[in-house]
Every structure is written in C-alpha cells, then in structure tokens.
C-alpha cells in the first residue's frame, strides 16, 4: 500500500503546514474540531494514557478591530483566555491596510477613493 503522502501530497502538505502552526489535533473529535465547543460545553481531551485535559468553553470576548476575539475557557479547573482569529465575522469586515514605507512600489493615497477613467 502506498503511503498517504504519495496519494495526496497536496492534501498532505497542507496538513502538515496546519500541525506546524497549531499542533496536534488528532485527540479532538470531528464536531469540535470543524466548530468549536458550545459556550458552557465541557469536554476532555485524552493526550495519552493517564493524561487528560478537562475544558469547559466559558465565553467569547467582542470581536476587535483586527477581527480577533477573546475566548475564555476553564482548563483543568483554572480560568484561562486566547486571542483566536474569527474567520466567519472576518468574512464581512473591511480592512483598509496603510502604505508600508519599507515596501518598495507600495504608495499612500492622499484621500480615500477609487481610481478611474478620466
């Protein structure tokens, strides 16, 4: 049998650039993984043997002008919070990015507005 890597490299690598960035996902169920937890859902994480974690998803911060949340979730007992991007609302923000002095070709515009045809 062939391994998955030589099957489906694409989808491989792109697996492999996701653990990189947010580590090992396996231990996660299918539901938690694609949505999240529900606010008030608890749920536990096997690591290996002997070593589970007990989560309970608390509640979600305002969404920040970058399109970040806060979220706040009880981790073995202890009250802990992250700033996670939220890609749904950051389906419908508009981000305006400045010119970067460092970038060459990169030019500020003087006044917001579009370009057209004379």
Same mark, same amino acid.
């Given at each position: 049998?062939?391994?998955?890597?030589?099957?489906?490299?694409?989808?491989?690598?792109?697996?492999?650039?996701?653990?990189?960035?947010?580590?090992?996902?396996?231990?996660?169920?299918?539901?938690?993984?694609?949505?999240?937890?529900? &606010?008030?859902?608890?749920?536990?994480?096997?690591?290996?043997?002997? /070593?589970?974690? #007990?989560?309970?998803?608390? @509640? =979600?911060? *305002?969404?920040?002008?970058?399109?970040?949340?806060?979220?706040?979730?009880?981790?073995?007992?202890? &009250?802990?919070?992250?700033?996670?991007?939220?890609?749904?609302?950051? /389906?419908?923000? #508009?981000?305006?990015?400045? @010119? =970067?002095? *460092?970038?060459?070709?990169?030019?500020?515009a003087p006044m917001p507005g579009k370009i057209g045809r004379a």
């Open positions: 049998a062939l391994p998955i890597s030589a099957m489906y490299p694409k989808v491989f690598e792109e697996f492999k650039d996701f653990t990189s960035q947010f580590g090992p996902v396996e231990h996660l169920n299918t539901r938690l993984f694609l949505e999240g937890p529900k &606010i008030a859902e608890e749920f536990e994480v096997e690591l290996e043997r002997g /070593k589970t974690l #007990h989560i309970k998803a608390l @509640a =979600l911060g *305002d969404l920040s002008k970058t399109g970040q949340r806060e979220v706040f979730f009880e981790l073995n007992g202890q &009250i802990r919070s992250v700033l996670v991007k939220d890609t749904q609302a950051m /389906k419908v923000m #508009h981000f305006h990015p400045k @010119a =970067l002095k *460092d970038v060459k070709g990169q030019i500020g």
